[in-house]
């Protein structure tokens, strides 16, 4: 319930600048606004707003991911759906909190995809409080309040643009912004009054992919095959295991691309469902015979100004056919519906990869993706972090009984490190922050550390051979944890781990918590049920070490790669004693350095750290306080805060703490600020 004294407030303003506006006072003026519909993320300029402000905007927006936001900047951002898919609009104070809009008022804080839609974000810092404002009526509020000044990211949650950002086909058809709060009636005259804007062409790169998949499937899935439309190419490589009578590569309900057409004819084949099944005809020297348990790269490509579809095999013409189909938006790949029940791949398949095109490719761009499909085994070895398919473990949401299988030989990195995980969930070898035990996170809600009751430790184990298992006991509503084939403990609570997942990190990002360099992930499996621990100890007994696909080369010390290393330099993170450096002082750093992950550190302790490249890759100099704030220099002076790779350089940050900043210089030239300051002293990494 919103504070009544608050609410009073808040009426009085309001009322006062309905009097102002109608007392024959001039209407508001936007101090920054545009009208030009933008259809992807850029930064654009909100001009100088210290104070009250008044954000609005006319889009259709498109669902992202598990958030998707209207502007921000590095501190805060505006959400047309709070993270992690609430469903709700919101603004996020990063590292902080993620507020969402409490109803109140006509209209519905709830988030709306593909519609038209205005918005109004009525900054209030005088009452301490944020309004917004859906099609101009009064839709909700937050006891909060953000700063959204000058040069920001719009369709974007960050200036690096890369965060949080509107799925394709969003456009801000416009925008504006006020140095006060706006009443109700601007307001409502506001939305009232807005139309579309001109939207402009995007010209297409005809081989540019439009779709195409992040990982390998093991089973059955549905995808997003994009927009397309006039003629089209759809590439796949896989190893298929017949199915039944007729196996499919891809389809919806209206149409399949068929590996085996039906009735085991024995040939590639495209079937309009309830009018025909089509067989490809031969032609040129590839062969248009199904190719069961061995790699194969496949294009057909659905040519509408010859009306014909042709089929080539591993880069070569093997046929084509009097036909044309139309496969677009959601669509099913290892089966033939979206049911995913119909001509399924057996058991076994693997679908390494697939992508989609918006044109017909000519034969020698599709022999040159034929020749750089890449084959694999998805369940391992794996030297450094990937996306996998654990396949559907869950029924409606909610989570079955499994029991999940790793082998692998941990490097530390951070102060987490993961065997596996979504955006939702992490198995933990090592618990947040640095406990030193095995442990489950649910992001956002909690860190669980497996509790001792075994035969053998729940400590975290690097740099050696481990065989782990997690039995997942639904039932029982607890998660058993087995090291070696030892019960070592147990959660009093349950993951959800299904579908994509990576390994060796805890996010699909692929950036949160990784293992370190040099670590192996033998392999991963999952199990259905809950396995007993007998079965646990054979899987043990079984357990083998694959040789990596991708092993690091040794260096040759005759014919070193990289810069040459210096006596006493340092070639690994290493823990060194910064002396005494509480109060003023600066820290000089000379390096070259090599882009790691989403976020690479020159140096920090567990509360602090001095960033070469500002999370998430955004490509500047900053500094981090854990748990609070990522800072990013800003330019001033004839430097460069841009972040610095694989070449010599000198850096300096100097920790003013009597005038409250800190500035950077690099290669002995001022670059940037920032008003704020660190605190590394002592033992450092």
């Given at each position: 319930m919103?504070?009544?004294?608050?609410?009073i407030?808040?009426?009085?303003?309001?009322?006062?600048?309905?009097?102002?506006?109608?007392?024959?006072?001039?209407?508001?003026?936007?101090?920054?606004?545009s009208?030009?519909a933008?259809i992807?993320?850029?930064?654009?300029?909100?001009?100088?707003?210290?104070?009250?402000?008044?954000?609005t905007?006319?889009?259709n927006?498109?669902?992202g991911?598990?958030?998707?936001?209207?502007?921000?900047?590095?501190?805060?951002?505006?959400?047309?759906d709070?993270?992690?898919?609430?469903g709700?609009i919101?603004?996020?104070?990063?590292?902080?909190?993620?507020?969402?809009?409490?109803p109140?008022?006509?209209?519905?804080p709830e988030?709306?995809?593909?519609?038209?839609?205005?918005?109004?974000?009525v900054?209030?810092?005088?009452?301490?409080?944020v309004?917004?404002y859906?099609d101009?009526?009064?839709?909700?509020?937050v006891?909060a309040?953000f700063?959204l000044?000058?040069?920001?990211?719009i369709?974007?949650?960050?200036?690096s643009?890369?965060?949080?950002?509107?799925?394709?086909?969003?456009?801000?058809?416009?925008?504006?912004?006020?140095?006060?709060v706006?009443?109700?009636d601007?307001i409502?005259?506001?939305a009232?009054t807005?139309?579309?804007?001109?939207?402009?062409e995007?010209e297409?790169?005809?081989g540019?992919?439009?779709?195409?998949s992040?990982?390998?499937?093991?089973?059955?899935t549905?995808?997003d095959?994009g927009e397309?439309?006039?003629?089209?190419?759809?590439?796949?490589?896989?190893?298929?295991?017949?199915?039944?009578?007729?196996?499919?590569?891809?389809?919806?309900?209206s149409?399949?691309?068929k590996l085996d057409?039906?009735?085991?004819?024995g040939?590639?084949?495209?079937?309009?469902?309830?009018?025909?099944?089509?067989?490809?005809?031969?032609?040129g020297?590839?062969?248009?015979s199904?190719?069961?348990?061995?790699?194969v790269?496949?294009?057909?490509?659905?040519?509408l100004?010859?009306?014909?579809?042709r089929?080539?095999?591993?880069?070569?013409l093997?046929?084509?056919l009097?036909?044309?189909f139309?496969?677009t938006?959601?669509?099913?790949?290892m089966?033939?519906r979206?049911?995913?029940?119909?001509?399924p791949?057996a058991?076994?398949?693997?679908?390494?990869?697939?992508a989609?095109y918006?044109?017909?490719?000519s034969?020698?761009?599709i022999?040159?993706?034929?020749?750089?499909?890449?084959?694999?085994d998805?369940t391992?070895?794996?030297?450094?972090?990937?996306?996998?398919d654990?396949?559907?473990?869950?029924?409606?949401?909610?989570?079955?009984?499994?029991t999940f299988?790793?082998?692998?030989?941990a490097?530390?990195?951070?102060?987490?490190?993961a065997?596996?995980?979504?955006?939702?969930?992490?198995?933990?070898?090592?618990?947040?922050n640095?406990q030193?035990?095995?442990?489950?996170t649910?992001?956002?809600?909690?860190?669980y550390?497996?509790?001792?009751d075994?035969?053998?430790?729940?400590?975290?184990?690097?740099?050696e051979?481990?065989?782990?298992?997690i039995?997942?006991?639904?039932?029982?509503?607890?998660?058993?944890?087995?090291?070696?084939?030892?019960y070592?403990?147990?959660?009093?609570a349950n993951?959800n781990?299904?579908?994509?997942?990576a390994?060796?990190a805890?996010?699909?990002?692929?950036g949160?918590?990784p293992?370190?360099?040099g670590?192996v992930?033998?392999?991963w499996?999952?199990?259905?049920?809950?396995?007993?621990?007998?079965q646990?100890k054979?899987l043990?007994?079984?357990?083998e070490?694959?040789?990596p696909?991708?092993p690091?080369?040794?260096?040759?010390?005759?014919?070193?790669t990289?810069?040459?290393v210096?006596?006493?330099a340092l070639?690994?993170?290493?823990?060194?004693?910064?002396?005494?450096?509480?109060?003023d002082?600066?820290?000089?750093?000379?390096?070259?350095?090599?882009k790691?992950g989403?976020?690479?550190?020159?140096?920090?302790?567990?509360?602090?750290?001095?960033k070469l490249?500002q999370?998430n890759?955004q490509?500047?100099?900053?500094?981090t306080?854990?748990g609070?704030?990522?800072y990013?220099?800003?330019?001033?002076?004839?430097?460069?805060?841009s972040?610095i790779?694989?070449e010599?350089?000198h850096?300096v940050?100097?920790?003013d703490v009597?005038?409250?900043?800190?500035?950077l210089?690099?290669?002995g030239?001022?670059a940037?600020?920032?008003?704020?300051?660190f605190?590394?002293?002592?033992?450092?990494?």
């Amino acid at each position: 319930m919103k504070n009544p004294l608050k609410e009073i407030a808040s009426t009085l303003l309001t009322v006062c600048a309905y009097l102002y506006s109608s007392s024959g006072a001039e209407a508001a003026e936007p101090i920054a606004s545009s009208d030009g519909a933008i259809i992807e993320p850029q930064i654009i300029d909100f001009g100088d707003l210290p104070g009250d402000s008044t954000y609005t905007f006319f889009l259709n927006g498109v669902k992202g991911g598990g958030s998707t936001a209207i502007a921000g900047n590095d501190a805060f951002a505006l959400k047309l759906d709070q993270w992690n898919n609430t469903g709700k609009i919101g603004f996020t104070e990063f590292g902080v909190v993620d507020y969402v809009f409490e109803p109140w008022g006509q209209g519905s804080p709830e988030t709306v995809f593909e519609e038209n839609l205005h918005l109004t974000f009525v900054n209030n810092k005088t009452v301490g409080e944020v309004l917004i404002y859906v099609d101009g009526e009064l839709a909700g509020y937050v006891d909060a309040n953000f700063d959204l000044s000058g040069e920001s990211g719009i369709m974007a949650a960050r200036m690096s643009l890369e965060t949080d950002v509107m799925g394709e086909g969003s456009v801000i058809y416009s925008w504006a912004s006020y140095d006060q709060v706006l009443d109700e009636d601007t307001i409502r005259e506001l939305a009232d009054t807005a139309v579309p804007t001109e939207v402009p062409e995007i010209e297409v790169d005809p081989g540019e992919v439009i779709a195409s998949s992040f990982y390998a499937h093991l089973n059955p899935t549905l995808v997003d095959f994009g927009e397309l439309s006039e003629s089209t190419t759809y590439v796949f490589s896989f190893k298929a295991a017949k199915g039944g009578a007729s196996t499919a590569i891809a389809g919806n309900d209206s149409v399949a691309l068929k590996l085996d057409q039906w009735n085991e004819q024995g040939v590639f084949g495209l079937t309009e469902f309830g009018v025909a099944d089509h067989v490809f005809e031969p032609v040129g020297e590839g062969s248009t015979s199904s190719v069961f348990d061995e790699n194969v790269h496949v294009a057909y490509v659905n040519d509408l100004e010859l009306g014909e579809t042709r089929l080539y095999v591993n880069g070569t013409l093997a046929g084509n056919l009097a036909a044309n189909f139309e496969l677009t938006g959601e669509a099913g790949v290892m089966a033939a519906r979206l049911s995913l029940n119909t001509d399924p791949m057996a058991n076994g398949s693997i679908m390494y990869n697939w992508a989609t095109y918006n044109s017909a490719l000519s034969d020698e761009a599709i022999a040159a993706l034929a020749s750089e499909a890449v084959y694999y085994d998805p369940t391992g070895p794996h030297t450094s972090p990937i996306v996998v398919d654990f396949g559907p473990l869950s029924v409606e949401g909610l989570p079955e009984p499994y029991t999940f299988e790793f082998f692998f030989n941990a490097q530390k990195a951070g102060v987490s490190t993961a065997i596996a995980g979504d955006d939702s969930w992490a198995l933990k070898l090592d618990q947040w922050n640095e406990q030193g035990v095995f442990g489950i996170t649910e992001f956002g809600v909690m860190d669980y550390v497996f509790e001792v009751d075994g035969q053998t430790s729940v400590e975290s184990v690097f740099e050696e051979d481990v065989h782990v298992v997690i039995v997942n006991d639904v039932d029982l509503e607890e998660c058993r944890l087995f090291i070696n084939g030892e019960y070592a403990g147990y959660i009093y609570a349950n993951f959800n781990l299904s579908g994509p997942t990576a390994v060796m990190a805890a996010r699909l990002n692929l950036g949160t918590d990784p293992m370190g360099e040099g670590s192996v992930l033998y392999y991963w499996d999952t199990h259905a049920g809950v396995l007993s621990q007998e079965q646990i100890k054979s899987l043990y007994a079984n357990a083998e070490i694959r040789d990596p696909v991708d092993p690091v080369d040794p260096v040759d010390p005759v014919d070193p790669t990289g810069p040459e290393v210096p006596d006493g330099a340092l070639v690994e993170p290493t823990l060194v004693d910064l002396g005494d450096a509480s109060v003023d002082s600066s820290l000089e750093f000379s390096f070259n350095a090599i882009k790691a992950g989403a976020s690479t550190a020159i140096a920090g302790n567990d509360s602090w750290a001095l960033k070469l490249d500002q999370w998430n890759e955004q490509g500047v100099f900053g500094m981090t306080e854990f748990g609070v704030m990522d800072y990013i220099f800003e330019p001033e002076g004839p430097g460069d805060t841009s972040s610095i790779f694989e070449e010599d350089v000198h850096v300096v940050f100097v920790n003013d703490v009597s005038n409250g900043e800190t500035r950077l210089y690099v290669n002995g030239l001022y670059a940037g600020y920032f008003e704020a300051n660190f605190m590394l002293s002592g033992e450092t990494a």
